[in-house]
């Protein structure tokens, strides 16, 4: 072997065993894992490999317009480091209900720049109060299914956060009737589901799950200012007893989504989290003036995420994404 060869095999190498041991989730894409499924709590690749989605949710479709096109969106893959992207679309407040053409436009606008950009897209049903809204969440997935279930990028999210209502009565049956409708177009990507009080109420779940069902996950939204490890202790628990958890909303302050930041607790939350290989999107792609936003006021679309324009919160969030 001569030294020229010898030099490039190590270069190989090196590059190889880099690539190989990063958990980068801009390196970690559609392309590499495939079609998603779930395997007892494990969100697992094509190849039955766990897998970790990390990433950021876009705000509210209604307030944050601008950022919902495709610079924003292949910039929440380059510079970001994300390998999801959550399109919260407005139900309520002039969205869907009121304004569905709309809205279905930019939430197929975002699916279609995800799929460009070769990362997983949330469908997001942005409600509060779902069970209000039951015919239209179903005519939204219905058409959402249809157009892009064939697509291993799609994950469905049927209800954002349900509020401090029964999980047995009100939200399963819910969600049992939204599933129905997703499956009988897509019988295999990952379904999200949410519980009474934002996302955090697991053990309701835990006592009554969905039944029958393959590739569902319940979500888990916290806030490290309002929630701690006694939030962390409960969904262990419930994952030890066989409920797979993603997180499809977390941010690093408090739930109001403004005031302080808490760096500890969030690190604490993200350690526990990859502990897990659990999935995680932060909330939110904006500019507006709170701690919750990952960018600084009049950030321009194709400029999310770039260093001179991150917030507070998004000099945490970046690097995370790319550890
Ligand atoms: C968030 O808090 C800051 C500092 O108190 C304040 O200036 C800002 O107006 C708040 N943002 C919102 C949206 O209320």
Wanted: proline residues 4%; aromatic residues 10%.
């Amino acid at each position: 072997m001569n030294s020229a060869f010898s030099l490039i095999c190590l270069v190989i190498l090196s590059v190889s065993i880099q690539y190989s041991s990063s958990k980068d989730a801009a390196q970690e894409t559609v392309s590499k894992h495939g079609k998603l499924s779930v395997n007892g709590i494990q969100l697992v690749n094509q190849n039955g490999e766990a897998v970790q989605l990390k990433g950021m949710s876009l705000f509210w479709s209604v307030w944050m317009p601008q950022y919902w096109t495709p610079a924003t969106i292949a910039a929440v893959h380059d510079n970001c480091h994300s390998n999801i992207v959550r399109a919260a679309m407005a139900v309520e407040y002039d969205g869907y209900l009121t304004n569905p053409a709309t809205q279905m436009q930019m939430v197929e606008t975002v699916i279609e720049a995800a799929i460009a950009n070769d990362i997983y897209v949330i469908a997001d049903w942005h409600d509060w109060h779902g069970e209000d809204h039951v015919e239209q969440a179903k005519g939204f997935f219905e058409q959402i299914s249809k157009k892009y279930g064939g697509y291993p990028n799609l994950i469905y999210e049927t209800y954002n956060e349900p509020l401090d209502i029964s999980w047995s009565s009100v939200v399963k049956p819910y969600h049992e009737q939204i599933i129905q409708v997703i499956r009988a177009n897509d019988p295999d990507n990952v379904i999200l589901l949410g519980s009474p009080h934002y996302d955090q109420e697991l053990d309701q779940v835990l006592a009554d799950p969905i039944q029958g069902q393959t590739n569902i996950m319940y979500t888990l939204h916290f806030y490290p200012v309002d929630t701690k490890q006694w939030l962390r202790d409960r969904i262990q628990n419930v994952m030890n007893n066989g409920l797979p958890i993603f997180v499809s909303e977390y941010g690093t302050c408090a739930g109001t989504g403004n005031g302080t930041i808490d760096a500890a607790e969030t690190a604490l939350w993200w350690q526990w989290l990859d502990q897990n290989q659990m999935s995680y999107v932060n909330w939110a792609v904006s500019d507006k003036d709170e701690s919750a936003s990952v960018m600084i006021a009049g950030t321009p679309d194709y400029m999310t995420c770039t260093d001179e324009y991150l917030s507070e919160s998004g000099k945490l969030v970046v690097p995370q994404n790319k550890k």
